[in-house]
């Protein structure tokens, strides 16, 4: 490799983040208001998908996994996505319902990390948000076996074009498949500031309400 083709230098790729700082007296009561505030700032920011978060869980035996999905809602009761129950963590989930959330929100300088205990939704929860998805996504989950190990590609192809041929307009909820809700427990609020001071606010859940933590960057 010659000097030209090496990569930089990791030791060298830095930004500087400047922003306004995050003050205890800004903030929200509690911290799903404060997230929708954020959250907004990142839509108006346009971000590309800026419900996408990582999901970490950890398997009974304590081996970690994380891996990025999409937010499809929430509300005061937790935050929600959706996939197959049967995949690496749906069953990280089900041997140790606890789960940590990041949302990357790297170009306004902004992270939020979210962790709880996580709980299945109702089952006609999950029906009603399967059934309003694209039909194309609806036969992909049938066609999925999420984290399952499969031979080719074509091997995916023709499993999905058989599940059309069977549902060519309403594929049913795989009874495989639904909704998880992560219900917090602790909601940490990162914002970029000079020189890696940055200002770090936690909500910590204390029995019906919350308390607000300032955090060393």
């Not at 930089?8 to 799903?32: M, N, Q």
């Not at 995916?156 to 549902?167: G, N, Q, S, T």
């Amino acid at each position: 490799m010659d000097a030209t083709s090496r990569p930089p230098s990791l030791a060298g790729l830095r930004r500087t983040y400047e922003g306004l700082p995050l003050l205890e007296a800004d903030l929200a009561s509690d911290p799903v208001t404060q997230f929708a505030r954020w959250f907004d700032d990142a839509v108006a920011a346009e971000l590309p998908e800026p419900n996408a978060m990582v999901v970490a869980t950890c398997s009974a035996g304590g081996r970690p996994t994380a891996r990025t999905v999409l937010l499809k809602g929430y509300d005061d009761n937790g935050f929600v996505f959706y996939t197959n129950y049967e995949s690496r963590k749906g069953r990280d989930l089900a041997e140790n319902p606890r789960a940590s959330l990041l949302f990357p929100w790297h170009s306004i300088r902004r992270q939020v990390r979210v962790e709880g205990w996580v709980v299945r939704l109702p089952r006609e929860e999950s029906a009603a948000y399967f059934k309003s998805r694209p039909y194309g996504s609806r036969i992909g989950a049938w066609a999925s076996r999420q984290s399952a190990v499969v031979h080719s590609r074509q091997e995916l192809d023709d499993r999905y074009a058989e599940l059309a041929e069977r549902w060519p307009e309403d594929p049913p909820v795989p009874d495989f498949w639904g909704g998880f809700r992560v219900v917090p427990s602790e909601v940490e609020f990162w914002q970029g500031q000079l020189d890696r001071m940055h200002d770090r606010l936690r909500y910590r859940r204390s029995g019906a309400s919350w308390t607000v933590e300032r955090l060393a960057p």
